[in-house]
């Protein structure tokens, strides 16, 4: 009857909206933690709403570090600087070592499991949005 709401975020579930990060990205985002970060490798489902991207960001380490995006649902783009945008479905495997950012196509949710790489002195550096033009500009 169209009363149920949608269910994302595949089959790791959609989490709880991502309050905690919301001045990093453009609409709304949502965080379903998987592991416990004082563990094991911290792993997480992020699962971006239809537009949704977060800001330009670099994952710093004196070695090691980064970041892993294991797409799982829906459709996302994924952009590293100064090279074109990289269309995602699930399946797909990024290795995120430079300045990039990363978030849903304007027509779809899109969810990926975004794994901490360890390494010495990691740190995250956020960066300026991705502008609506440039985002608009995307296939989507």
């Known amino acids: 009857d169209g009363s149920e709401p949608e269910n994302h975020g595949g089959f790791f579930g959609q989490g709880e909206p991502n309050t905690a990060y919301a001045k990093y990205f453009v609409g709304n985002s949502y965080l379903k933690p998987l ?8 792993v997480a489902n992020v699962t971006f709403e239809p537009g949704c991207r977060n800001n330009w960001h670099i994952h710093h380490a004196a070695k090691g570090g980064g970041q892993l995006l294991l797409c799982v649902d829906g459709e996302g783009w994924y952009q590293e600087a100064g090279k074109p945008a990289r269309s995602l479905t699930p399946g797909d495997v990024i290795t995120a070592e430079v300045k ?8 779809s949710w899109f969810s990926h499991l975004a794994v901490e790489v360890p390494g010495e002195n990691t740190s995250n550096e ?6 609506d033009a440039d985002y608009a500009a995307l296939e989507n």
């Open 35 to 42: 592991t416990d970060p004082k563990e094991t490798v911290f």
């Open 126 to 131: 956020w960066c300026e949005p991705v502008s």
């Open 100 to 107: 990039h950012w990363h978030g849903a196509k304007a027509h």
